[in-house]
Protein backbone atom coordinates (compact mmCIF):
# COMPACT_ATOMS: atom_id res chain seq x y z
CA UNK A 1 0.00 0.00 0.00
CA UNK A 2 1.36 3.36 -0.75
CA UNK A 3 1.83 5.65 2.33
CA UNK A 4 -0.25 9.23 1.31
CA UNK A 5 1.68 12.21 1.76
CA UNK A 6 0.69 15.11 3.70
CA UNK A 7 0.07 18.39 2.05
CA UNK A 8 0.32 21.50 3.67
CA UNK A 9 -2.48 23.95 3.29
CA UNK A 10 -2.17 26.02 -0.06
CA UNK A 11 0.35 23.31 -1.47
CA UNK A 12 0.01 20.48 -4.32
CA UNK A 13 1.54 17.80 -5.32
CA UNK A 14 3.43 18.44 -9.01
CA UNK A 15 2.11 15.62 -10.99
CA UNK A 16 5.78 14.95 -12.44
CA UNK A 17 7.82 13.95 -9.65
CA UNK A 18 5.56 14.93 -6.64
CA UNK A 19 7.30 17.59 -5.06
CA UNK A 20 5.37 20.37 -3.34
CA UNK A 21 4.67 23.37 -5.38
CA UNK A 22 3.17 26.59 -3.54
CA UNK A 23 -0.36 27.35 -5.23
CA UNK A 24 0.96 30.94 -5.57
CA UNK A 25 3.79 29.40 -7.92
CA UNK A 26 3.80 29.09 -11.68
CA UNK A 27 4.88 25.50 -12.76
CA UNK A 28 4.12 24.01 -16.15
CA UNK A 29 2.87 20.25 -16.35
CA UNK A 30 6.60 19.22 -18.50
CA UNK A 31 8.71 20.13 -15.46
CA UNK A 32 10.07 17.73 -13.02
CA UNK A 33 10.01 18.67 -9.87
CA UNK A 34 11.39 15.73 -7.74
CA UNK A 35 9.89 14.63 -4.47
CA UNK A 36 12.16 16.41 -1.69
CA UNK A 37 12.03 19.42 -3.66
CA UNK A 38 9.87 22.44 -3.39
CA UNK A 39 8.76 24.96 -5.41
CA UNK A 40 6.80 28.08 -3.57
CA UNK A 41 6.26 31.84 -3.70
CA UNK A 42 5.50 33.32 -6.55
CA UNK A 43 8.27 31.32 -8.34
CA UNK A 44 7.99 30.12 -11.76
CA UNK A 45 9.42 26.86 -13.33
CA UNK A 46 9.06 26.18 -17.59
CA UNK A 47 10.07 24.38 -20.16
CA UNK A 48 12.22 21.20 -19.67
CA UNK A 49 13.67 22.28 -16.51
CA UNK A 50 13.85 20.14 -13.17
CA UNK A 51 14.14 20.99 -9.68
CA UNK A 52 15.11 17.59 -7.85
CA UNK A 53 16.83 16.24 -4.93
CA UNK A 54 16.26 19.10 -1.56
CA UNK A 55 16.32 22.28 -4.11
CA UNK A 56 13.78 24.76 -3.33
CA UNK A 57 12.84 27.75 -5.42
CA UNK A 58 10.63 30.94 -3.90
CA UNK A 59 10.46 34.47 -4.32
CA UNK A 60 9.95 35.48 -7.74
CA UNK A 61 12.96 33.66 -8.83
CA UNK A 62 12.07 31.53 -12.56
CA UNK A 63 14.07 28.40 -13.59
CA UNK A 64 13.22 27.93 -17.18
CA UNK A 65 14.35 25.76 -21.00
CA UNK A 66 16.44 23.09 -19.77
CA UNK A 67 18.22 24.57 -16.47
CA UNK A 68 18.83 21.98 -13.38
CA UNK A 69 18.36 23.05 -9.73
CA UNK A 70 19.67 20.09 -7.52
CA UNK A 71 21.51 19.43 -4.52
CA UNK A 72 20.43 21.08 -1.60
CA UNK A 73 21.07 24.19 -4.17
CA UNK A 74 18.48 27.23 -3.36
CA UNK A 75 17.67 29.73 -5.91
CA UNK A 76 15.19 32.46 -4.80
CA UNK A 77 14.48 36.78 -4.68
CA UNK A 78 14.34 37.39 -8.22
CA UNK A 79 16.65 35.24 -9.91
CA UNK A 80 17.01 33.73 -13.14
CA UNK A 81 18.41 30.11 -14.19
CA UNK A 82 18.16 28.75 -17.55
CA UNK A 83 19.05 27.48 -20.91
CA UNK A 84 21.09 24.11 -19.49
CA UNK A 85 22.60 25.84 -17.22
CA UNK A 86 23.07 23.68 -14.17
CA UNK A 87 22.62 25.02 -10.33
CA UNK A 88 23.51 22.09 -7.52
CA UNK A 89 25.21 21.29 -4.05
CA UNK A 90 25.26 23.88 -2.06
CA UNK A 91 25.00 26.71 -4.41
CA UNK A 92 22.80 29.52 -4.06
CA UNK A 93 21.50 31.92 -7.10
CA UNK A 94 19.81 35.28 -5.72
CA UNK A 95 18.69 38.81 -5.85
CA UNK A 96 18.91 39.80 -9.95
CA UNK A 97 21.58 37.62 -10.27
CA UNK A 98 21.42 35.26 -13.74
CA UNK A 99 22.83 31.62 -14.44
CA UNK A 100 22.56 30.75 -18.32
CA UNK A 101 24.23 29.03 -20.99
CA UNK A 102 26.11 25.83 -20.12
CA UNK A 103 27.09 27.51 -17.09
CA UNK A 104 27.56 25.53 -13.63
CA UNK A 105 27.31 27.09 -10.41
CA UNK A 106 27.69 24.13 -7.37
CA UNK A 107 29.60 23.46 -3.78
CA UNK A 108 29.04 26.24 -1.39
CA UNK A 109 29.33 28.59 -4.00
CA UNK A 110 26.83 32.44 -4.04
CA UNK A 111 26.15 34.17 -7.03
CA UNK A 112 23.85 36.93 -6.27
CA UNK A 113 23.42 41.24 -6.32
CA UNK A 114 23.38 41.53 -10.27
CA UNK A 115 26.10 38.96 -11.25
CA UNK A 116 25.75 36.85 -14.49
CA UNK A 117 27.22 33.39 -15.19
CA UNK A 118 27.00 32.54 -18.60
CA UNK A 119 28.49 30.46 -21.50
CA UNK A 120 30.94 27.67 -19.88
CA UNK A 121 31.39 29.47 -17.35
CA UNK A 122 31.76 27.56 -13.54
CA UNK A 123 31.16 29.15 -10.25
CA UNK A 124 32.53 26.20 -7.24
CA UNK A 125 33.58 26.10 -3.67
CA UNK A 126 33.28 28.61 -1.62
CA UNK A 127 33.35 31.70 -4.15
CA UNK A 128 31.05 34.41 -4.29
CA UNK A 129 30.21 36.73 -7.65
CA UNK A 130 28.05 39.66 -6.21
CA UNK A 131 28.83 41.70 -9.34
CA UNK A 132 30.92 40.60 -12.19
CA UNK A 133 29.60 39.09 -15.39
CA UNK A 134 31.55 35.29 -15.52
CA UNK A 135 31.38 33.80 -19.10
CA UNK A 136 33.09 32.06 -22.01
CA UNK A 137 34.62 29.37 -20.53
CA UNK A 138 35.60 30.82 -17.60
CA UNK A 139 36.04 29.28 -13.91
CA UNK A 140 35.37 30.94 -10.49
CA UNK A 141 37.93 30.00 -7.28
CA UNK A 142 36.50 30.45 -3.98
CA UNK A 143 37.75 30.27 -0.26
CA UNK A 144 36.39 31.71 2.57
CA UNK A 145 38.81 33.16 5.63
CA UNK A 146 37.97 32.40 8.89
CA UNK A 147 35.91 35.72 9.99
CA UNK A 148 33.76 34.65 6.59
CA UNK A 149 34.81 37.06 4.29
CA UNK A 150 35.26 34.80 0.91
CA UNK A 151 37.72 35.64 -1.69
CA UNK A 152 36.79 34.57 -5.17
CA UNK A 153 39.88 34.27 -8.32
CA UNK A 154 37.04 35.17 -11.27
CA UNK A 155 37.57 35.02 -15.13
CA UNK A 156 36.11 38.55 -16.24
CA UNK A 157 34.97 39.51 -19.57
CA UNK A 158 38.04 40.94 -20.64
CA UNK A 159 39.76 37.28 -20.50
CA UNK A 160 41.83 38.21 -17.51
CA UNK A 161 41.72 36.97 -14.14
CA UNK A 162 40.52 38.91 -10.78
CA UNK A 163 40.24 38.92 -7.30
CA UNK A 164 36.70 39.87 -5.91
CA UNK A 165 36.33 39.89 -2.28
CA UNK A 166 33.37 42.13 -1.12
CA UNK A 167 33.49 45.43 -2.90
CA UNK A 168 37.16 44.66 -3.35
CA UNK A 169 38.33 43.70 -7.25
CA UNK A 170 41.52 43.19 -7.88
CA UNK A 171 44.23 41.56 -10.11
CA UNK A 172 46.28 39.10 -8.09
CA UNK A 173 49.46 41.71 -8.18
CA UNK A 174 47.20 44.21 -6.87
CA UNK A 175 45.54 42.27 -4.21
CA UNK A 176 48.61 41.07 -2.75
CA UNK A 177 49.65 44.70 -1.99
CA UNK A 178 46.72 46.04 -0.31
CA UNK A 179 46.10 42.63 1.70
CA UNK A 180 49.91 43.11 2.65
CA UNK A 181 49.34 46.72 3.42
CA UNK A 182 46.64 46.40 5.42
CA UNK A 183 47.12 43.68 7.06
CA UNK A 184 50.55 42.42 7.07
CA UNK A 185 52.05 41.15 10.27
CA UNK A 186 48.58 40.30 11.84
CA UNK A 187 47.48 36.45 11.42
CA UNK A 188 44.47 37.99 9.34
CA UNK A 189 47.23 39.03 6.95
CA UNK A 190 49.21 35.90 7.11
CA UNK A 191 45.79 33.70 6.30
CA UNK A 192 44.53 36.08 3.47
CA UNK A 193 48.07 35.71 1.83
CA UNK A 194 47.78 32.08 1.82
CA UNK A 195 44.08 32.00 0.31
CA UNK A 196 45.51 34.04 -2.31
CA UNK A 197 48.59 31.40 -2.60
CA UNK A 198 45.96 28.95 -2.50
CA UNK A 199 43.75 30.45 -5.69
CA UNK A 200 46.87 30.86 -7.78
CA UNK A 201 47.38 27.09 -7.62
CA UNK A 202 43.86 25.80 -7.66
CA UNK A 203 43.46 28.05 -10.96
CA UNK A 204 47.02 26.75 -12.72
CA UNK A 205 46.03 23.24 -11.78
CA UNK A 206 42.59 23.23 -13.85
CA UNK A 207 44.63 25.17 -16.72
CA UNK A 208 47.00 21.85 -16.21
CA UNK A 209 44.22 19.77 -16.58
CA UNK A 210 45.03 18.17 -12.56
CA UNK A 211 41.90 18.78 -11.11
Not at 68 to 86: E, I, L, P
Not at 124 to 147: F, L, M
Not at 179 to 201: A, P, V
Amino acid sequence: MVEQREVPDGYHVHKNGGGLVEDTAHVNDTVYIGPDARVFGNARVYGNAQVSGNAVVSGNAKVLDNAVVGGDAKVYGHARVSDNAVVSGNAEVSDYAEVSGNAEVYGYALVFGYAKVYGNAQVCGDAGVKRAEVGGTAEVYGIKRSDGYTFAYVTCSDGNMRIIAGCRYFTMEEAYAHWEETRGGTKLGDETIGILESLKILSKLRLDGCV
